[in-house]
């Protein structure tokens, strides 16, 4: 087949069933596999938004929401010429990924998944059905990840569940939403702001005080490790404030963002943030952390 995944966690889940040479093109954030980024890329961010601070981000996302442009510019022409058998894109949110709306009407009779997962259990339905669509065998993939997370959520159910509070953009705050509470939660912590099966949404900092969170997760949207942590430490008044035991920052980008087969990982970073009793006050033990 030939493959346009216009989508970061599908690229991932293309490449871990097997389909990595079936791809002809990807989206500027596909970067993982390595491999992927070798691949013609036929997208690009409509806004410049390096080494912004976090609150600049988030009000320059709104704006162009409010006045109706994309975040992403399409190049379906070059699309066309590749001659696709099958185009994957996402229905799930209009800023982390390109909305399969955007490009429906210009790749019209190129056949399209559209996968808009809100849960762990739909994130690993997807990757199935992906792989129905490409002809691929998923279960020794389905069958690796399922006992991963069936081990990880049995260690973690060896230590006493925490109260804690994790965080998707920390400049405002947004709570869990989507898989992500499915995950914290088969991880033994107890997230009361934690919305699953929902976007995530923006609070205050006087919100995720009054939770009382013992642990406080930071992982950032599309944000690295490197950037998460810069991030944590400009807003150090902010995190004190809540008041949590404990602060954990972690790869967002990589891990908890996207749903693909490294959500998995990203529940056993979790596990060990907990069984490891790693507390990351100090930048050496966050960067250990965000490698585990």
């Known amino acids: 087949?030939?493959?346009?995944?216009?989508?970061?966690?599908?690229?991932?889940?293309?490449?871990?069933?097997?389909?990595?040479?079936?791809?002809?093109?990807?989206?500027?954030?596909?970067?993982?596999?390595?491999?992927?980024?070798?691949?013609?890329?036929?997208?690009?961010?409509?806004?410049?938004?390096?080494?912004?601070?976090?609150?600049?981000?988030?009000?320059?996302?709104?704006?162009?929401a409010r006045e109706g442009r994309s975040l992403y510019e399409v190049d379906t022409d070059a699309i066309l010429r590749l001659d696709p058998d099958l185009v994957v894109a996402q229905d799930i949110c209009d800023v982390c990924a390109i909305p399969a709306d955007q490009v429906a009407g210009d790749l019209a009779g190129v056949p399209m998944i559209r996968q808009h997962p809100h849960t762990l259990?739909?994130?690993?339905?997807?990757?199935?059905?992906?792989?129905d669509a490409c002809g691929a065998d998923s279960r020794p993939l389905m069958s690796s990840l399922r006992r991963r997370i069936e081990a990880a959520s049995l260690e973690a159910a060896e230590l006493p569940r925490v109260r804690g509070v994790f965080l998707e953009w920390i400049d405002p705050p947004y709570r869990a939403g989507h898989w992500t509470p499915d995950l914290v939660s088969l991880a033994g912590i107890d997230d009361p702001l934690g919305r699953p099966g929902v976007p995530s949404a923006a609070l205050t900092w006087d919100s995720v005080r009054l939770a009382q969170p013992g642990l406080l997760v930071l992982a950032p949207c599309g944000f690295d490790q490197a950037r998460a942590e810069k991030e944590a430490d400009s807003l150090r008044r902010q995190i004190d404030s809540a008041g949590a035991g404990r602060v954990v920052v972690l790869d967002g980008s990589a891990y908890f963002n996207r749903p693909g087969p490294r959500l998995v990982d990203s529940l056993e970073l979790l596990v060990a943030a907990r069984t490891r009793g790693i507390s990351p006050s100090s930048e050496v033990d966050t960067r250990r952390l965000g490698d585990a």
Do not use: N, Q, W
């Open 1 to 64: 087949m030939r493959i346009v995944s216009l989508l970061p966690s599908a690229t991932e889940a293309l490449f871990a069933l097997g389909l990595g040479d079936e791809i002809v093109a990807v989206t500027h954030e596909c970067d993982f596999p390595p491999e992927a980024a070798l691949l013609p890329v036929v997208t690009r961010s409509t806004l410049d938004l390096g080494g912004r601070a976090s609150a600049d981000i988030d009000a320059a996302v709104a704006l162009a």
């Open 121 to 131: 259990t739909e994130v690993l339905a997807d990757i199935e059905e992906l792989a």
